[in-house]
């Protein structure tokens, strides 16, 4: 077996490792890629979305501050100007 999880991103991940040790490369569409090998073989795991719908991201630094900031508006009730 090549790749194993039991979510989609652990797959994802598993594979890459695994792709990236046997030198085979992977390109920006790899994930998409991975999702059509597993819903030809798996079809009843497979929920059709929409297209449109914003794609999962990361978190950054930014956000955290971010979500820091507004933590502590909610607390405080009013912004604090030291944060900024």
């Not at 598993?14 to 040790?21: E, I, L, N, Q």
Request: proline letters at 4%.
């Amino acid at each position: 077996m090549v790749g194993a999880g039991t979510t989609f991103d652990m797959l994802d991940t598993s594979v890459r490792k695994y792709r990236v040790s046997m030198g085979i490369p992977t390109g920006l569409g790899f994930s998409e890629e991975l999702e059509c090998e597993v819903c030809e073989k798996y079809p009843d795991e497979c929920e059709i979305t929409e297209s449109n719908l914003p794609l999962k991201r990361r978190l950054t630094l930014n956000d955290v501050v971010h979500a820091l900031q507004v933590l502590n508006i909610e607390r405080r009730g009013h912004i604090d100007s030291s944060i900024e």
